[in-house]
């Protein structure tokens, strides 16, 4: 097998004798590459680019050459996690076929606002998010962002540095954005090497207020506009709407829309429509609000224009 470039192709050939060997009807060794290559470039003018070609030597009748096109293979990369076939949600957005072209680069954050994230997990340690302008344990504010110590984000909810989760939610859900692929560990998340930024605003119990989520908010455009690549935040929380719209939850959710972060909402698990029962803040009308909860008690999302598993 040999590769030959024609016409800004490669092909791949096979000849039954050395090609060097081949001539020209006046009998010239030394032009045998440029008649062999005329011949198949006056094939390949019939004949479509993705079929073989056979070429006989009419001087040598067993002597041929076959002819065809140097295809392109790429790696499977299925990952070696055990419990990554159990994952549903990745087969239904196509996660596995996305891994062929890419699995994340690494330089991608996103903030999970929820109950924190168990940083020292086995399967998100490597892909937490470490805030590079703080020195851990120094008890100074080294960045000078109003909080001390925010190595992993902050606690919204205890007023402190520590998102460590109590909940498992927050977890749970960064396992399923950024849990490291093909370590034989656990699962795997739909970007494999993404960084995830805990901040933490929601209780044991897994409740919180609009301040905490506000503070949160604020947080994360801080971070964005010193030069943290935070692209999306990860909401998977929300509540009915009873009266007004939240406005000051409204503002700060717009203000991170408005600095680059793609904000994403929990749209509810109630079988309700969303329409003529709003569900906050999934149904502002300023949110891009991708379902996470694609079940049967899924609520009906008349407004929501983006769904995910």
Same mark, same amino acid.
Request: glycine share 10%; with cysteine; charged share 15%.
């Given at each position: ?33 440029? *008649? ?149 560990? *656990? ?123």
């Amino acid at each position: 097998m040999r590769l030959l470039l024609i016409d800004g192709h490669y092909y791949v050939y096979r000849s039954y004798f050395a090609i060097l060997h081949l001539s020209n009807s006046r009998g010239e060794p030394t032009n045998a590459i440029f *008649g062999f290559t005329k011949t198949l470039r006056l094939m390949l003018k019939h004949l479509q680019p993705e079929l073989g070609a056979v070429v006989w030597d009419r001087g040598i009748p067993q002597r041929r050459t076959e002819l065809q096109p140097d295809y392109k293979v790429t790696l499977d990369r299925t990952p070696n996690d055990p419990s990554a076939g159990s994952l549903w949600g990745l087969d239904a957005v196509s996660a596995p076929t996305a891994w062929n072209t890419g699995t994340g680069t690494g330089r991608t954050i996103v903030a999970v606002i929820d109950s924190g994230i168990a940083y020292n997990h086995p399967d998100l340690k490597d892909n937490i998010w470490r805030n590079p302008g703080e020195i851990a344990g120094n008890g100074i504010d080294d960045d000078l962002n109003g909080y001390v110590d925010d190595v992993f984000g902050i606690d919204a909810v205890n007023h402190d540095t520590n998102p460590m989760d109590d909940n498992s939610h927050g977890t749970h859900t960064s396992g399923t954005i950024a849990a490291v692929g093909n370590n034989g560990v *656990g699962v795997v998340g739909v970007n494999w090497n993404a960084k995830v930024l805990a901040c933490k605003f929601l209780n044991a119990a897994g409740s919180g207020s609009d301040a905490g989520a506000i503070e949160c908010f604020n947080y994360i455009v801080a971070l964005k506009t010193r030069g943290q690549n935070i692209r999306v935040s990860s909401n998977s929380w929300g509540g009915n709407r009873s009266g007004p719209i939240d406005q000051a939850l409204k503002d700060a959710i717009d203000a991170a829309g408005n600095n680059g972060i793609l904000n994403v909402f929990a749209a509810g698990n109630f079988g309700a429509n969303n329409e003529t029962n709003p569900f906050d803040p999934a149904s502002f009308s300023s949110a891009f609000n991708p379902n996470p909860s694609s079940t049967s008690r899924s609520n009906a999302n008349q407004p929501v224009s983006q769904l995910a598993p």
